[in-house]
């Protein structure tokens, strides 16, 4: 994920930092993903131990930095799940025992109260305020599904609204290399 610059990020953190949600009260990260669905799928490094940390050092990590970005808090507590489903693979020489989690499970508490859960591998974020909500997935990178509750009841709903990188705040100082030289995108 990793992904800062992306368009629904910016116009997401723009809209929270804006007040239009209200209190962020929850959160949901999601990458779910199928390449290790497959019991055939060959041996990686991430699926060993000794790479250091399986899902969470791969893929939370990025998560985790999702939430601090479009949220602006820090974390101050997490607890979680692992699991392996597939307990060994095809490696070069042979079968090779999985000794890494492959998938994992994030519940993140932030400094307001706010509570972030996250399930591991599929690229989608929904924030919930106290006066509306918002999510969005990257099969849809410049769309968001957007839901302000502080009209009349009658009118409340979820409208499709789109996110551009030239409306995005955050995305005002993204840096483009052209040629030999660097041209500054900002506002």
């Known amino acids: 994920m990793g992904r800062r610059r992306a368009t629904p990020d910016g116009a997401v953190r723009d809209l929270v930092a804006g007040g239009r949600l209200g209190a962020v009260r929850q959160l949901r990260v999601a990458y779910l993903q199928d390449r290790l669905v497959?019991?055939?799928?060959?041996m990686t490094w991430r699926l060993r131990e000794t790479a250091g940390s399986g899902a969470p050092g791969d893929i939370a990590s990025h998560a985790l930095d999702q939430v601090r970005f479009l949220t602006g808090e820090d974390i101050i507590e997490v607890s979680g799940r692992l699991r392996t489903f597939v307990n060994e693979r095809p490696g070069p020489d042979g079968p090779e025992p999985v000794t890494a989690d492959?998938?994992?499970w994030t519940t993140a508490g932030l400094g307001s109260g706010a509570v972030a859960t996250g399930v591991e591998n599929g690229p989608g974020v929904e924030v919930l305020g106290g006066r509306g909500?918002?999510?969005?997935?990257?099969e849809h990178l410049n769309e968001l599904r957007f839901m302000e509750a502080t009209g009349p009841v009658t009118e409340q709903g979820s409208r499709r609204i789109r996110a551009s990188v030239e409306e995005s705040a955050a995305a005002r100082s993204v840096v483009v290399r052209v040629g030999s030289a660097d041209a500054a995108l900002t506002r």
């Open 38 to 42: 497959d019991a055939e799928s060959p």
């Open 102 to 104: 492959d998938a994992a």
């Open 133 to 138: 909500a918002l999510r969005f997935d990257l």
